[in-house]
């Protein structure tokens, strides 16, 4: 069994060389985000049985400014900008590929669709979900204990 890496490519990397042989379909999920959908699980498996990587997803809502020296610069269209969840997921011999090519051009990503994108393989994007938040600040355990009150 292998441990986790450095960075999050390393894990994976990591992960995939523990995977069963009868293992077809690979899913990547942030521990980060421990409200996933069984709903948003199951689109993501649905197109990469449909041979096609997916990652979960939510367009964005809100106006967008690039800002520079605390200055707005420009407002940013939005139209088609999606805020990438996970899971994300992928053929086992895509995945597997995208992560020997990363390591042999040392290339890391912050996320395993990232390396599709660098070595052209398409990537769609399915519905997410609200709930799915990444908790990585401190404020957002309210937020959690929010969410357990109410139901979606």
Known sequence: MSVGGRTRSESVANGLD????????VLVHDAARPLVSAD????VVASVREGTCAIAALPVVDTLKEVDDG???????????WRAQTPQ?????????????ARA????AT???????????PV?????SERALKVT?????ARIDALFTTTE
Do not use: K, N, S
């Open 71 to 81: 200055l707005v610069v420009r407002t940013v269209d939005r139209e088609r900008l």
């Open 18 to 25: 523990d995977l069963p042989d009868e293992a077809q379909i």
């Open 124 to 128: 769609r994007v399915v519905r997410g």
């Open 105 to 108: 051009d040392r290339i890391a």
């Open 89 to 101: 997921g992928f053929p086992r011999g895509v995945i597997v590929d995208m992560h020997r090519r």
């Open 137 to 141: 600040e401190i404020g957002d355990f």
């Open 40 to 43: 948003t699980i199951d689109r």
């Open 111 to 121: 996320d395993d669709a990232a390396l599709c994108e660098r070595y052209g393989i």
